[in-house]
């Protein structure tokens, strides 16, 4: 864990510019996605919640914010079904618990999910004083987070839930040192263990999710859902040249399995995901989540871990395709 605290403190001093937004620049994401609670599951959410986490240096004093871009649902950015009916709710956690609780880290919304200290919680509707615009939450003392040390610092829940209406709300989060600009917290960071998200429309942008792969992980098991047969999601590391993970279609969830090899331990993977040409989909609105070898589930990262992985040919091994 050592090495691991050592690589967030290289890496998110020198990306600490890129990685504050959610989602980061690295990352090349349009936006987060959350539905209301009346939402179709084909549409691209499979239980109207998303909850982001955000670390913060033990030895940051100042107050920090988390913004959210475009909170209200109605307007250019998000995606309408019907009439605009929809209201959602914004909450920010701290305190014991929020992270460490079990529940906060499992793939259905059950138990104690809302684990921790409510430190504060807005509900918006179609607001066009919103659309398009920030919103802010704080000033919040970095020491009303929960202090865990395997997660850089004091850590922050952020629960993004529909609770009423079926419209898609697309939306970004920063958290910053500033109430009315994005200016990044030095050293802080996001990480998500279940990630839903807008495609591009564009089939020639090309997004990237960064999992951690620490010296205790053998193996992983990526669930997408509702990804439409939309392209590929391959993985690229310092062992693997575009290993595919199986993708799933409309409405319906897929997975596979993928071995770990000892030379990935303690790097980033980089998992793309790249659009049919052909297909020209459109909105498309996505899940996704891996679990290790004991079905924990694993975090992305707002930026990778040890940088970007390169694929090294000196390995030499064959990728495992997987459809």
């Known amino acids: 864990m050592q090495r691991l605290l050592l690589f967030i403190f290289l890496v998110f001093v020198s990306y600490q510019l890129i990685a504050q937004p959610v989602p980061a620049v690295d990352e090349n994401i349009p936006h987060l ?12 959410d499979n239980d109207f919640c998303q909850m982001i986490f955000f670390s913060v240096p033990k030895d940051h004093t100042e107050p920090i914010y988390i913004r959210v871009y475009d909170p209200d649902i109605g307007g250019e950015t998000d995606e309408q079904k019907g009439e605009w009916d929809t209201r959602m709710k914004y909450s ?26 409510l430190l504060g919680s807005k509900s918006f509707a179609e607001n066009p004083r919103y659309d398009q615009n920030w919103y802010t939450f704080g000033p919040i003392n970095p020491t009303e987070g929960e202090y865990l040390e395997d997660y850089g610092g004091y850590i922050f829940k952020f ?15 920063f958290m910053s040192s500033s109430a009315t600009e994005n200016q990044p917290v030095e050293g802080a960071f996001a990480f998500y263990f279940k990630y839903k998200f807008r495609l591009h429309d564009d089939v020639n942008e090309i997004s990237h999710i960064y999992p951690f792969i620490d ?11 509702d990804w439409d047969n939309d ?15 199986k993708i799933s279609g409309d ?13 990935e331990k303690n790097t980033s993977y980089d998992i793309q995901i790249i659009k049919k040409k052909s297909a020209q989909i459109k909105n498309n609105n996505v899940v996704i989540f891996l679990e290790n070898q004991y079905g924990e589930l694993m975090p ?24």
């Open 33 to 44: 996605v959350t539905f209301g609670n009346k939402g179709d599951h084909a549409w691209g």
């Open 92 to 117: 920010v956690y701290g305190g014991k618990g929020a992270c460490s609780n079990e529940d906060a880290r499992r793939i259905n919304l059950e138990g104690a999910y809302k684990s921790g200290t």
């Open 159 to 173: 629960i993004v839930e529909g609770i009423s209406g079926d419209d898609g709300n697309l939306y970004n989060l």
């Open 215 to 225: 010296d205790k992980v053998l193996a992983i098991k990526q669930t997408n859902f």
């Open 231 to 245: 392209g590929i999601i391959r993985i690229i590391s310092v062992a693997k040249n575009g290993e595919f993970l």
């Open 251 to 263: 409405n319906a969830w897929s997975e596979s399995e993928h071995v770990i090899h000892p030379t």
């Open 300 to 323: 992305f990262y707002s930026v990778p871990i040890g940088g970007i992985p390169k694929y090294k040919y000196s390995i030499g091994i064959k990728p495992q395709i997987t459809r």
